[in-house]
């Protein structure tokens, strides 16, 4: 049986579950984004439709846009996941436990269409028998991953609060870090926790309690608290 749980250490010695998602899950999270893109541009082809020659346009370059920009816009900017990720409970990173980047998750919608090939998904269905992750070949190009949202390490003491995705490009050792600063935070005084959350204000954006939160928000979205 496949083992699709991915257990990275980084150099601070933080442990990152990622369970990679199966075939089926992901299929299922396709579906939903197809519909939902199909019913957004059928809707707008009813007025779109009385323009003629230019509502045409305009409905090839919306098709366009809801097929090939949707997916990269939702998984660099809404925390890898599209409305039918999350309502799976899924979401796109890289390889290495970190958000997924702009280029990347190009490089990963633009190879689908190799994964279809020769229309029954044969390609891709292959490359998910062979990855040990089970990942279609966009991915492993791509240097991503589809994940579930995984339960925190054992012995974790990160707080509960609200997940908040990373800016784009958080680099591992980076990351690792923000896990390690939140499973000490209960150890740590509140004055102590807002001056280590300062250090980290190119990270955040924020300073003092505001940057301790986001930190906290951060940590709980790379554990799988989503």
């Given at each position: 049986m496949l083992d699709t749980l991915r257990q990275i250490e980084t150099p601070e010695g933080v442990f990152l579950r990622l369970r990679a998602a199966g075939?089926?899950?992901r299929a299922q999270a396709w579906?939903?984004?197809?519909?939902?893109r199909m019913m957004v541009f059928w809707i707008a082809m009813i007025p779109l439709s009385l323009?003629?020659?230019?509502?045409?346009?305009?409905?090839t370059l919306l098709l366009f846009a809801l097929m090939w920009i949707y997916a990269v816009v939702c998984e660099v900017w809404f925390g890898g996941q599209t409305l039918g990720k999350r309502a799976l409970g899924?979401?796109?990173?890289?390889?290495?436990?970190?958000?997924?980047?702009?280029?990347?998750?190009?490089?990963?919608?633009?190879l689908r269409v190799v994964d279809i090939l020769p229309g029954v998904y044969a390609v891709g269905l292959a490359s998910t028998l062979i990855d040990p992750y089970?990942?279609?070949?966009?991915?492993?190009?791509?240097g991503t991953m589809v994940i579930h949202g995984?339960?925190?390490?054992?012995?974790?003491?990160?707080?509960?609060?609200?997940?908040?995705?990373?800016?784009?490009?958080?680099?591992?050792?980076?990351?690792?870090?923000?896990?390690?600063?939140?499973e000490r935070c209960a150890q740590l005084t509140p004055q102590r926790q807002q001056e280590l959350a300062d250090l980290l204000q190119p990270v955040t954006g924020c300073t003092g309690d505001a940057g301790v939160?986001?930190?906290?928000?951060?940590?709980?979205w790379l554990l799988g608290r989503t």
């Open positions: 075939a089926l899950p579906t939903i984004d197809f519909v939902l323009l003629g020659t230019a509502g045409m346009g305009v409905g899924l979401r796109v990173v890289s390889a290495d436990g970190a958000p997924v980047t702009l280029v990347p998750s190009v490089v990963r919608n633009l089970g990942r279609r070949l966009g991915d492993v190009i791509a995984g339960e925190l390490p054992a012995g974790s003491q990160v707080p509960a609060v609200p997940a908040i995705a990373p800016p784009p490009g958080l680099a591992a050792e980076e990351q690792a870090v923000i896990v390690e600063f939140a939160q986001r930190l906290l928000g951060y940590a709980n």
